[in-house]
């Protein structure tokens, strides 16, 4: 038999045994996420009663027995931050006693393990591990810019490290054998009455909480519950950054990337946003999905204002190679960049990073259009690309073997 | 130039060209187009859960929850990476999920190869003996790399790029691999 036919032979029999169920699959695909991170904090007064309910049936309950309260005593409280913001209230003995969603975001991400109730009882460490599973999977750790925060509050200042450090390696491990890149973000945090409560009110977690009032000891004109509705990622910037102002945030520089492009009426556009408070000027990065492509957008993040990308791409797309025509004319500072450049090049060749050799990466002015000329050798393949450094849409792609 | 001019993609451009499509429908909730991509690639999406969780009933479940992760994630698809990769690499994602949750709850000694599933799939008597005899005969990683080449198509390069392995790596192992199960298949004689 030859090689091939064998193939063959392998492939109609993994035909035959892989799953059929369309409508398996169907009936679990219902509730549609949004990929614009909502960061929805309803403002609900029944939350705090009924968490002091709750707080005064479980001092109640407590009562029990010393040997009861002792392993079900809150020694520390964990809590992780990306735009979900979860709490985990641990004992001594660093088992999970209360696993709670604090927003919205939150929900989804606890959702297959029952809200968080499966987390009960587990290690500390095993928690955190599934929660950042589902963070990766749900996509919120994607970006290289993306951040996630490790707070962690107790009274003894040694625990607090040590739990740290355990956590920090857990999740690092979790990011490294997983795609995501984020970064991690830790702190560890003495208990505080009024940042509690500061955090509650705005349903976040104190650890989140503790970052808003960093940002606002830099600028004391903004505002905690504006503040509060932002990203780890966005206040770390931000607080990086020296909080100049008041970002308008992902909802809103989307909002103003699809006006500018005049799909906000299309249900079919999604966006994905990615704040780069970090850069100069300080912006969002927002690409919207539509039918047709890809457009991606810069809004300036204090004004609103749309830096540049493609205007009403509804006239653009009936006029045949609309996406490879120069995006905007006021562009000149702001593009992909090279990092970005080398990315798009490299996922399109299907060649990961550290295959790669004899990079070069050039900027182009091509007939009044900003290109970046990337040219790179793997597998005994030599790879080379044009790239609209506006839009980072592929103008040219040749691959040849390399001799 | 003298040199050859080759297409970046394993898949013809046509076929890549659609499930982009689909892909972005997908994106825009379209749940016809989830059907269909589930149609077209869900023996590939299998046989690389298969090669990872080496029993038939969980690759089954595995496969179903890679196109449930694809419909709440189909926005993040770039448009300029290959479709198929993208599919393959959440599945790749979820299977060391799931192996890595395994090993916490219980050191799960080395799992028996068993490719065939409980219900009964119209499989002959050969492709029995192909996918639970000569399948088992390789080492985890010659069985994917195999799979991968069988069922979707993949570039030797593009399996390597999936799978993390330097391509003389993935070169090697396949060539071993398919005279491992050809003296399986054929006896001795067949070198």
Redesign the interface.
């Known amino acids: 038999?030859t090689?091939e036919k064998?193939?063959?032979?392998?492939?109609?029999?993994?035909?035959?045994?892989?799953?059929?169920?369309?409508s398996?699959?169907?009936s679990?695909?219902e509730a549609?996420?949004g990929?614009v991170i909502n960061m929805k904090t309803k403002k609900t007064t029944k939350r705090s009663w009924t968490s002091l309910i709750a707080a005064c049936l479980a001092v109640m309950l407590l009562g029990g027995g010393l040997f009861y309260q002792r392993a079900n005593a809150v020694a520390s409280v964990v809590s992780l931050d990306v735009n979900p913001s979860i709490e985990l209230k641990v004992n001594r003995s660093e088992k999970v006693l209360v696993c709670t969603p604090l927003n919205e975001d939150a929900k989804a991400i606890l959702a297959d393990m029952s809200n968080g109730a499966d987390l009960k009882g587990a290690k500390l460490d095993?928690a955190v591990?599934?929660i950042v599973?589902s963070l990766?999977?749900?996509?919120y750790l994607?970006s290289i810019s993306s951040a996630i925060m490790i707070s962690v509050e107790d009274k003894d200042a040694a625990r607090a490290e040590k739990l740290q450090r355990e956590l920090t390696s857990a999740v690092d491990g979790v990011l490294q054998?997983?795609?995501a890149k984020a970064a991690v973000l830790t702190q560890t945090l003495t208990q505080d009455a009024a940042r509690e409560q500061q955090a509650r009110e705005n349903n976040i977690s104190t650890g989140k909480a503790a970052l808003v009032n960093r940002v606002l000891a830099l600028n004391a004109t903004l505002k905690f519950d504006a503040l509060a509705k932002l990203s780890v990622e966005e206040l770390k910037d931000l607080a990086e950054a020296g909080a100049p102002a008041m970002p308008i945030g992902k909802d809103a520089a989307a909002y103003a990337a699809e006006q500018y492009a005049g799909t906000t009426a299309l249900?079919?556009?999604?966006a994905?946003v990615d704040p780069e408070l970090d850069e100069s000027p300080a912006h969002y990065e927002v690409e919207l999905?539509t039918?047709w492509?890809?457009f991606e957008y810069l809004v300036d993040a204090y004004t609103g204002k749309v830096l540049s990308g493609q205007k009403d791409l509804l006239a653009a797309a009936s006029t045949p190679n609309a996406t490879t025509k120069p995006a905007a004319p006021s562009e000149a500072a702001q593009n992909i960049g090279h990092a970005k450049a080398k990315s798009?090049a490299l996922?399109?060749?299907?060649?990961?990073e550290n295959?790669a050799y004899d990079m070069e990466i050039e900027l182009d002015d091509e007939d009044g259009t900003l290109v970046y000329e990337v040219e790179f050798k793997s597998?005994g393949?030599?790879?080379s690309y044009e790239i609209n450094a506006a839009s980072?849409a592929?103008l040219k792609?040749?691959?040849?073997?390399d001799? | 130039m003298l040199s050859m001019l080759m297409t970046t993609e394993y898949a013809p451009a046509e076929e890549r060209r659609e499930l982009r499509q689909l892909l972005l429908r997908v994106a825009g909730g379209d749940r016809d187009a989830l059907a269909e991509l589930y149609q077209r690639t869900r023996s590939a999406v299998y046989g690389l859960a298969l090669s990872y969780l080496k029993n038939a009933h969980d690759a089954q479940d595995l496969t179903q929850d890679v196109y449930v992760q694809v419909w709440d994630c189909a926005a993040q698809y770039r448009s300029t990476g290959s479709p198929m990769g993208w599919l393959l690499t959440i599945c790749r994602n979820l299977c060391l999920m799931r192996l890595r949750r395994e090993e916490r709850h219980a050191a799960l000694s080395e799992e028996e190869w068993d490719a065939i599933p409980a219900q009964e799939c119209g499989l002959n008597a050969d492709e029995r003996t192909l996918l639970q005899g000569a399948l088992a005969s390789l080492a985890d990683e010659e069985r994917r790399i195999v799979l991968l080449h069988a069922v979707t198509g993949m570039k030797h390069r593009e399996i390597a790029a999936l799978l993390e392995l330097p391509l003389p790596t993935v070169l090697s192992k396949y060539h071993r691999a398919l005279k491992k199960m050809r003296i399986f298949l054929e006896g001795d004689d067949a070198r």
């Open positions: 038999m090689n064998m193939e063959q032979r392998l492939a109609a029999a993994l035909e035959k045994t892989a799953p059929d169920d369309v398996g699959v169907l679990r695909c549609r996420k990929t095993v591990n599934a599973g990766v999977r749900n996509g994607d054998t997983s795609e249900d079919s556009v999604t994905e999905h039918a492509g890809e798009i996922n399109h060749a299907g060649v990961s295959e597998g393949m030599e790879y980072g592929i792609h040749e691959a040849e073997i001799d």
